[in-house]
Nanobody, 120 residues
Framework: QVQLVESGGGSVQAGGSLRLSCAAS?????MAWFRQAPGKEREGVAS????????YFADAVKGRFTMSRDYAKNTLYLQMDSLKPEDTGLYYC????????????????WGQGTQVTVSS
């Protein structure tokens, strides 16, 4: 069983920045971020395959969000800049040994989520 622990959420004004962290209990091939806003479906934000073989960003966050991965700490970071109110939601870390995918249903391991609130 793989444990994922997210941190770094909070409340900021539009245009601000936050950095989310996802610490995994072991090395794992793909780590990803999803988010869910109230009343909306969960959507993929970004994903990162081990060694940088596949890095994905949703169109809505391209140019504003970046990722980095500390392999020694089994941690994935999501740097979120130029935040917008529409970025508000519960952000989940997901991971899988098999590979990265756009669909959340293909990820076996999930964190508890961390709240991001962006006010206008």
């Amino acid at each position: 069983q793989v444990q994922l622990v997210e941190s770094g959420g909070g409340s900021v004004q539009a245009g601000g920045s936050l950095r989310l962290s996802c610490a995994a209990s072991t090395s794992i091939y793909c780590m990803a971020w999803f988010r869910q806003a109230p009343g909306k479906e969960r959507e993929g934000v970004a994903s990162h395959a081990f060694g940088g073989g596949r890095t994905y960003f949703a169109d809505a966050v391209k140019g504003r969000f970046t990722m980095s991965r500390d392999y020694a700490k089994n941690t994935l970071y999501l740097q979120m800049d130029s935040l917008k109110p529409e970025d508000t939601g519960l952000y989940y870390c997901a991971a899988d040994f098999r590979g990265c995918a756009d669909a959340g249903s293909l990820y076996e391991y999930w964190g508890q989520g961390t709240q991001v609130t962006v006010s206008s």
